[in-house]
Nanobody, 120 residues
Framework: VQLQAFGGGLVQAGGSLRLSCAAS?????RGWFRQAPGKEREFVAS????????SYADSVKGRFTISRDNAKSTVYLQMNSLKPEDTAVYYC?????????????????WGQGTLVTVSS
């Protein structure tokens, strides 16, 4: 399974971006993680196979929305009201588990990352 993330870029604080992550093979739950310069990778959001179960980090809850289109094997992360502290490389991940997880170790496949920069 290969994952490819798209949609990163430079945006002003308060703006929006939508990230996409396409998978080449069959996957079940999907997740987004991010890593800011000098910091460890952290969980952002996850979604189950059906899309019925989603989970968010407290820092993005109410601003970010994860969704998926299983016909396209693609997961999206809509990011609104962006803040400078959201600046990071965002990674999409995929798992053969049905439910999503906040634990990166539960994901077998990882994309290459896409950079999101939020200017103040």
């Amino acid at each position: 399974v290969q994952l490819q993330a798209f949609g990163g870029g430079l945006v002003q604080a308060g703006g929006s971006l939508r990230l996409s992550c396409a998978a080449s093979g069959r996957t079940f739950s999907r997740g987004w993680f991010r890593q800011a310069p000098g910091k460890e990778r952290e969980f952002v959001a996850s979604i189950s196979l059906s899309g019925a179960i989603t989970s968010y980090a407290d820092s993005v809850k109410g601003r970010f929305t994860i969704s998926r289109d299983n016909a396209k094997s693609t997961v999206y992360l809509q990011m609104n009201s962006l803040k400078p502290e959201d600046t990071a490389v965002y990674y999409c991940a995929a798992s053969t588990y049905l439910s999503g997880s906040r634990d990166g170790a539960r994901y077998e496949y990882w994309g290459q990352g896409t950079l999101v920069t939020v200017s103040s």
